[in-house]
């Protein structure tokens, strides 16, 4: 029975890999663009971490990712804030 999945190489793997992290694309656009479910980039992701030698990232590259992670954390700490407060009011309102 055919699954319909793509088998990647080790070296696919790496590669797609490079240009996730080097072009700062999303995870989603990178699984829509090879076929290949998130879970699946996220597995390779922690396999081929980004200081591996199998990567061989250039430094600059891992500063920019670290750099993109890091000005993406504030705008994600306030969208689950803002998200405890209307999940509070709505708990507070279904009590009444």
Not at 50 to 75: F, G, Y
């Amino acid at each position: 029975m055919k699954t319909g999945r793509t088998k990647f190489t080790e070296s696919d793997k790496l590669s797609i890999l490079r240009e996730y992290y080097a072009s700062g694309a999303s995870l989603y656009s990178m699984s829509k663009k090879y076929g290949i479910e998130r879970g699946t980039l996220r597995y390779w992701m922690n396999k081929y971490p980004m200081n591996s030698e199998s990567l061989s990232l250039p430094s600059q590259t891992i500063e920019d990712v670290m750099a993109r992670k890091k000005s993406n954390e504030p705008d994600e700490i306030a969208k689950l804030q803002a998200r405890i407060k209307e999940l509070e009011k709505a708990l507070a309102f279904s009590e009444l």
